[in-house]
């Protein structure tokens, strides 16, 4: 038999290539180690990043909080303007706060009470004014100014005014209410205290047992007068107890010129003794008995009481909480501060 290859004429089939050899597989290298320092960097770094990150949602927490804080001083505003608006416009019992110590710097300073007593005066529908206090005193020049202006507007307006006593009205705060035509209170309430004071304090002896040395400069025999870190002559105290003799003086003449004829003086009036609501209407330091309804019903006829005293908003209260006046009070006590408590 015979084969293809063996036909004449005819050419072999061509043998197809091999297929290529796969190429080898790529050596992978092993990692190098982390040098110690670089690890720390890289740790260094992811703390802060994740600080950073911490500290961007902080802030972002305080921006959203102000935005609130905005926000609701905004609808306390509108709502006070709204209560503003409504407040009955007919005949009225006009209301001044006095709380708390009376000095320049808080809700009882004169210019805050004498702003609401000229508004309260010059209202054509307030029918009588009615000064509600519960304060221990503070100073006679801010009590001074108050007591002057209501002498004024009552004169100016003739109106009638009112005090009433909730727990307190001491020293300072009975050096305004003895401008009012009466003084109402409670039987238990606190009332007097007709005195002058000034506090401090001295380290002289304290500092000679710590062996510190005071080095004080001034021009003037005086002007280092009432240092707590100096020695206090006794020409300086014989000053300054006269200086209190004399401002006790003058509470003394407002009190007189106030109350009048229905003071029932004793040799205690005016010794810086208080005394309790009912002892103080019998000795004619008060009048009668009664609360700020009271008054309004049965003694000014105007049930209605709208309240002029200026109110603190809430930005002011943030200012005075984180502001900075924590310390002075006691910069106060330090430097010796004229009171009437």
């Not at 100016?156 to 009433?164: P, R």
């Not at 409670?186 to 380290?203: E, H």
């Not at 003071?263 to 009668?288: M, Q």
């Not at 009664?290 to 003694?299: I, K, Q, S, T």
Request: glycine content about 8%; overall charge neutral.
């Amino acid at each position: 038999m015979t084969s293809q290859d063996d036909l004449p004429g005819a050419s072999p089939e061509p043998v197809p290539p091999l297929p290529p050899l796969p190429a080898p597989a790529p050596t992978v290298a092993a990692p190098a180690a982390i040098s110690p320092g670089l690890e720390a960097t890289l740790k260094q770094f992811a703390t802060d990043y994740m600080r950073d990150r911490r500290s961007e949602r902080r802030w972002k927490l305080t921006f959203r909080v102000l935005w609130v804080l905005i926000i609701v001083m905004f609808l306390w505003s509108a709502l006070a303007a709204r209560k503003a608006a409504n407040m009955p416009n007919g005949p009225h019992t006009a209301l001044v706060e006095v709380r708390g110590e009376i000095a320049s710097d808080t809700d009882a300073s004169a210019e805050r009470i004498v702003s609401a007593l000229k508004s309260a005066f010059e209202d054509a529908n307030a029918q009588a004014v009615v000064l509600r206090i519960n304060s221990p005193g503070g100073s006679p020049v801010q009590a001074g100014i108050v007591n002057d202006e209501i002498r004024r507007l009552k004169a100016i307006h003739k109106k009638k005014v009112y005090a009433v006593v909730e727990e307190m009205c001491a020293s300072g705060a009975y050096y305004i209410a003895v401008a009012a035509d009466e003084i109402y209170t409670d039987k238990a309430s606190i009332v007097g205290s007709i005195g002058v004071l000034m506090d401090g304090f001295g380290f002289t002896g304290t500092m000679q047992k710590f062996g510190v040395e005071r080095r004080l400069y001034t021009a003037g025999e005086n002007k280092g007068m009432n240092d707590p870190f100096s020695p206090e002559s006794e020409k300086q105290r014989a000053y300054t107890q006269a200086m209190l003799d004399q401002i006790h003086k003058q509470f003394i003449r407002v009190v007189k010129e106030g109350r009048g004829s229905r003071l029932k003086e004793t040799p205690e009036t005016f010794s810086g003794l208080y005394w309790n609501g009912e002892e103080a209407v019998r000795l004619g330091l008060a009048d009668k008995f009664g609360n700020l309804d009271f008054v309004a019903r049965e003694v000014v006829h105007a049930e209605d009481v709208i309240d002029y005293t200026p109110k603190e908003n809430i930005a002011e209260r943030l200012a005075k909480r984180f502001g900075a006046s924590i310390g002075a009070g006691a910069v106060r006590a330090l430097q010796g501060t004229v009171n009437i408590h």
